[in-house]
C-alpha cells in the first residue's frame, strides 16, 4: 500500500532525484560548451520537465487511488506491463550507474587508498537497509539530509567571496545558444530523473504544486553552484575537470587553522548519495512487485543490489567512460522522461465502465448520507417529542 507524502516531502524528494546525480558529473561538460553562461542550461530543461511533469499530473489526477505501476497494469494489461518493465530497466541501469558514480566519487575525493570494490559494496549494503524500511525511510532519510545539504549550500557563497571574480562571467550579454542547447542535452538525463515520483506515490499525493515548487528551488540551487564554480575556478580550468563540485569546495577555507574544509563537505553530502542509490533500488523493486504480484519486494532488494553492483562494473570500466556516456545516454533518457509521458495523457484513462461504477457509487454514497442524515432529523425529532411529553407529564405530578 502506498504511503501518504505530504507537500514538503514532495519537494525534497523531487531535490533528491534531481541535484544528487546532476551536481557529481554533468555541470564540466555543461561549462565546457555553454562557457560562462551554464548557468542557462537549466532553463530549457526545467520547462521541458514542467510540461512532462504536468502531464503525468494530469494522468494521476484520473486514478487518485493508484500509483502509475498500478493505473498501467489495471487499464492495460500487456502493454502496460510493457511500459512498466521499461521503466524499470530505464531506472536499473541509473542504480547501476549511481554505484559506479558515487564509487568513483569516493575513491577520488575521501578514499583513495581504498578499492572501489569496497567502496561500491559498502554504498549498496547500505541502500539495501534503507529501502527494506519502504518509502517512509526514503522520507525520512530525505527530510534530514537533504535539508543539510540545502543549507551547507546557502552558506558556501558567504565563504567564497575572497575567491569569486566576476571577470569570468564576462562578456554578460554575449550567450552562444547553441553552446547552451548543448549544456542543456548533457544535464537533461541527470536533472529529469525526478520522473520516477508518480510510479511510487499515489495519485491523490502527487500535487504539481509541490512537484513544481520542488523543480524552481533545484534549478536555483544548481544554477548558483555553476555560477560559484565559473567565477571562482574559471571556465577554463572548470570545463576539463571531472568533478568540478569537489573542486569548488576545494577553494573553501576557514582561516589558516582548517584546510581541506573539502572532506567536511564531501562527508556532508554522502548520505544524500546514498539515499539516491536506495531510491533506485527502491523504484526497481516496487515496480516488480507492481508487475508481479507474488513477488516480495522486501526480499528482492538483495538480488536486485547484487547484480546492479555487478553490472555497475560490467558497463563501466572507469570513470571516463562513465563521462563520456552521458551525451549517448540523453538519447534513450528524453524517450522515458518527455515522450513516454505524452503518451500516458493521451492513452490511460479510465475505462467508461469504471466511470459508471465509480458515479453509481458517488452517487449511492450520497444517498445512503442523505437518508442517514433524514433518520437522524426523524430521531431527533422524537427524541424532541417524548421529552416534551415527559416534561408534560412529569409537570402534573408536581405537588401544589
Known amino acids: 500500500m502506498n504511503q501518504s507524502v505530504t507537500h514538503r516531502q514532495i519537494v525534497l524528494l523531487v531535490l533528491l532525484l534531481s541535484i544528487t546525480g546532476t551536481l557529481i558529473q554533468p555541470h564540466a561538460q555543461a561549462i565546457f560548451y555553454a562557457e560562462q553562461h551554464a548557468y542557462l542550461s537549466y532553463v530549457p530543461v526545467v520547462l521541458v520537465m514542467m510540461a512532462s511533469l504536468w502531464l503525468i499530473s494530469r494522468v494521476q489526477q484520473r486514478f487518485p ?17 510493457v511500459m512498466g518493465f521499461l521503466y524499470i530497466l530505464f531506472f536499473f541501469f541509473v542504480f547501476a550507474r549511481d554505484i559506479r558514480l ?6 577520488i575525493t575521501l578514499l583513495e587508498n581504498t578499492p572501489i570494490s569496497i567502496i561500491a559494496v559498502s554504498l549498496v549494503v547500505m541502500g539495501i537497509f534503507i529501502v527494506r524500511g519502504g518509502l517512509g525511510s526514503l522520507i525520512g532519510m530525505a527530510e534530514l539530509y537533504v535539508t543539510l545539504f540545502l543549507l551547507i549550500s546557502m552558506i558556501i557563497p558567504f565563504m567564497l567571496i575572497q575567491q569569486v571574480n566576476m571577470d569570468n562571467l564576462m562578456p554578460y550579454f554575449h550567450v552562444d545558444v547553441a553552446g547552451v542547447g548543448k549544456g542543456s542535452w548533457y544535464i537533461f538525463s541527470f536533472y529529469g530523473e525526478m520522473i520516477a515520483l508518480p510510479f511510487v506515490i499515489k495519485g491523490s499525493d502527487f500535487r504539481f504544486k509541490s512537484v513544481l515548487g520542488g523543480m524552481i528551488i533545484s534549478a536555483l540551487l544548481m544554477m548558483l553552484i555553476l555560477v560559484e564554480t565559473i567565477t571562482a575556478i574559471g571556465v577554463p580550468i572548470a570545463s576539463r575537470l571531472v568533478y568540478p563540485s569537489y573542486e569548488l569546495a576545494r577553494q573553501l577555507q576557514i582561516s589558516d587553522f582548517l584546510d581541506r574544509f573539502d572532506l567536511a563537505l564531501a562527508a556532508a553530502t554522502m548520505p544524500t548519495m546514498i539515499t539516491k542509490i536506495a531510491f533506485d533500488l527502491y523504484f526497481v523493486c516496487w515496480g516488480l512487485k507492481r508487475m508481479i504480484p507474488k513477488v516480495s519486494g522486501k526480499m528482492m532488494t538483495g538480488p536486485v543490489a547484487l547484480v546492479g553492483f555487478v553490472c555497475a562494473f560490467w558497463f563501466f570500466r572507469n570513470a571516463i567512460q562513465l563521462n563520456r556516456f552521458t551525451r549517448e545516454w540523453t538519447w534513450i533518457a528524453i524517450v522515458f522522461e518527455a515522450l513516454f509521458p505524452i503518451v500516458l495523457f493521451l492513452f490511460l484513462r479510465p475505462r467508461k465502465k469504471d466511470n459508471k461504477e465509480s458515479t453509481q457509487q458517488r452517487s449511492g454514497d450520497q444517498s445512503k448520507k442523505e437518508k442517514h442524515e433524514q433518520g437522524h432529523e426523524s430521531s431527533d425529532s422524537e427524541k424532541d417529542g417524548e421529552k416534551r411529553r415527559q416534561d408534560s407529564h412529569g409537570g402534573e405530578l408536581q405537588p401544589s
Open 65 to 81: 487511488n493508484q500509483d502509475l505501476f498500478e493505473s498501467l497494469v489495471q487499464r492495460f494489461p500487456f502493454l502496460g506491463r
Open 102 to 107: 558515487s564509487g568513483d566519487y569516493v575513491s
